[in-house]
């Protein structure tokens, strides 16, 4: 559990490190999972009408590239400004594990690619296409389309 107890006024800094695992589990991310140590630092700020808690999650994620399946790792730093509930103040300590996952989560892309002009994989042969190109004919017909093909043109008329 990652409890901060605040202060009646002012802001109180805080700082985490934990395993990967404390939050994910194995089958946290669709598409990978997080690997190493997760740190969590910040502060909570109390204005006197409200708590802040602010900071940033430092993290490192492994997955498959969705358009070539290499394995890849990134670094991802999540920032983070939220007002806390008051119901998650209890006997003056915040409670941040879920307000982390859920930042986490929030902030995964829709696509995990390994670089952002990954070529992909050819449709053919199946080649990763950022080591270069292949021989294949990738040009095809739709299928909705293909009786225009035996269609005379005008001009042959």
């Known amino acids: 559990m990652l ?10 800094p805080f700082e985490f490190k934990v395993a990967a695992d404390f939050f994910c589990g ?13 740190q969590i630092s910040g502060e909570i700020i109390n204005d006197g009408l409200k708590f802040v808690a602010r900071g940033k999650i430092k993290c490192r994620k492994q997955f498959s590239c969705d358009r070539c399946l290499t394995q890849s790792t990134v670094d991802q730093d999540v920032n983070f400004d939220e007002e806390l509930e008051r119901a998650d103040i209890v006997d003056d300590y915040v ?60 001009e042959e008329v």
């Open 95 to 154: 409670e941040l594990t879920e307000l982390v996952r859920d930042n986490l989560i929030a902030s995964q892309p829709i696509q995990n690619l390994c670089r952002a002009d990954c070529k992909g994989l050819c449709p053919v042969c199946g080649k990763n296409l950022n080591d270069g190109a292949c021989e294949c004919e990738t040009f095809t017909v739709d299928p909705r389309l293909a009786p225009l093909i035996n269609l005379k043109s005008f």
């Open 26 to 38: 194995k089958n946290f991310l669709d598409n990978g999972s997080f690997i190493g140590d997760i």
């Open 3 to 12: 409890k901060v107890q605040i202060s009646r006024g002012g802001s109180v």
